[in-house]
């Protein structure tokens, strides 16, 4: 393998693969390449090397975890006027979120979420960013501004319904009986 393919292999690694998974993917991406005694000589040397680079990348992924450590991730979401959300915040938006944060790509499969987050509020999620180096993500889950303006809207509605209202939308017996 010249590069790393997760979860098949790491760069550098010497794999038995099926034919066809070698012949349609791996060799004509550049991913891999036939194991003649040539290329496992160099296979070696790229084992070290991408050993390096993980040792380097794994030290930058820590200072993102530590710098994570001391923010919030805040996430606006449409909600009802109870503060319960339309669906529920996924690891998808979440990843998306970080990337603006950080300026790097997150995957969304490191992110797990353990209970469906339906309702605002503050929420601690654990995070693996890279092999070896995860974080407890702080997500604060907001109503967005639009969510707010109608929630808004819809109390003042209630507030003026008068006791006259309520009966001209709900005749009594009595009045039904008169007319």
Do not use: C
């Not at 040792?55 to 820590?62: C, D, M, T, Y």
């Not at 960013?129 to 809207?153: R, W």
């Amino acid at each position: 393998f010249l590069q790393d393919v997760r979860p098949t292999a790491r760069a550098g690694d010497v794999k038995e693969v099926k034919v066809g998974f070698a012949r349609n993917y791996l060799i004509p991406q550049g991913y891999a390449v036939l194991a003649t005694e040539h290329e496992l000589r160099r296979a070696a040397k790229l084992r070290h090397q991408a050993e390096d680079r993980r040792l380097v990348e794994a030290k930058e992924w820590q200072d993102v975890a530590d710098a994570l450590k001391d923010q919030k991730v805040r996430i606006e979401v449409r909600t009802g006027p109870t503060g319960r959300l339309y669906g529920s915040v996924t690891n998808t938006m979440l990843a998306a979120e970080l990337a603006v944060m950080t300026g790097r790509e997150i995957d969304r499969k490191g992110i797990q979420i353990p209970a469906p987050i339906r309702a605002t509020g503050e929420y601690k999620i654990p995070a693996r960013l890279v092999e070896g180096v995860s974080a407890t993500l702080i997500v604060e889950v907001v109503a967005d501004g639009a969510s707010i303006e109608l929630n808004k809207q819809m109390e003042e509605a209630a507030a003026q319904m008068t006791e006259e209202d309520t009966n001209v939308l709900d005749p009594s017996f009595e009045d039904v009986l008169a007319a």
